[in-house]
T-cell receptor
């Protein structure tokens, strides 16, 4: 069984469209994340939810809206897609502790191409 | 959050030991050092984590000197499948906000 699964794996769409990426984890973790990896391969955190509550919200355009219906799911909706949104989006999950960074499990990624 | 500096790329040959050093001069007392590995077209994967001295698991060893201002990831007897990008991260608990730098692109040659 895949620990963190994202759908779709590939997404090609036109500018101006609205699209969603879904993520599910079956590890029983309490925290989920969205990361963006651009063409230069830099991996940057976008959002994080802990027990369905938003805890990290980096400087991301308002066109990006995460939604966490339950602890096992974190979806990413993107409105009015732009060329610059083309990237690979990774979902991840982990437990939170106060002591140290805990092991995060990443999905396979969704390669979004905006044309 | 402490910033990390790693070599951009390294080359090695199958069967060799590879050591990747990461500098983190501003590491805080509560920070741990964590390494992730990323293969092409895959998400990062946790390799090893340590606070001080030496940590070893089935994949790698992590050496941390007493001042903790640097750390070295050691991969014994690499194979072609170890070709990947290796990221050094430094941080403590809380929101588990993992800050990835540019990483080190390791190429293993036959």
């Amino acid at each position: 069984d895949t620990a963190v699964s994202q759908t779709p794996k590939y997404l090609v769409t036109q500018m101006g469209n609205d699209k969603s990426i879904k993520c599910e984890q079956n590890l029983g973790h309490d925290t989920m994340y969205w990361y963006k990896q651009d063409s230069k391969k830099f991996l940057k955190i976008m959002f994080s939810y802990n027990n369905k509550e938003l805890i990290i919200n980096e400087t991301v355009p308002n066109r990006f809206s995460p939604k966490s219906p339950d602890k096992a799911h974190l979806n990413l909706h993107i409105n009015s897609l732009e060329l610059g949104d083309s990237a690979v989006y990774f979902c991840a999950s982990s437990h939170l502790t106060q002591e140290k960074n805990t092991e995060a499990f990443f999905g396979q990624g969704t390669r979004l191409t905006v044309v | 959050l402490a910033k990390t500096t790693q070599p951009i790329s390294m080359d090695s040959y199958e069967g060799q030991e590879v050591n990747i050093t990461c500098s983190h001069n501003n590491i805080a007392t509560n920070d741990y050092i964590t390494w992730y590995q990323q293969f092409p077209s895959q998400g990062p994967r946790f390799i090893i984590q340590g606070y001080k001295t030496k940590v070893t698991n089935e994949v790698a060893s992590l050496f941390i000197p007493a001042d903790r201002k640097s750390s070295t990831l050691s991969l014994p007897r690499v194979s072609l499948s170890d070709t990947a990008v290796y990221y050094c991260l430094v941080g403590s608990g809380g929101y588990n906000k993992l800050i990835f730098g540019a990483g080190t692109r390791l190429a293993v040659h036959p």
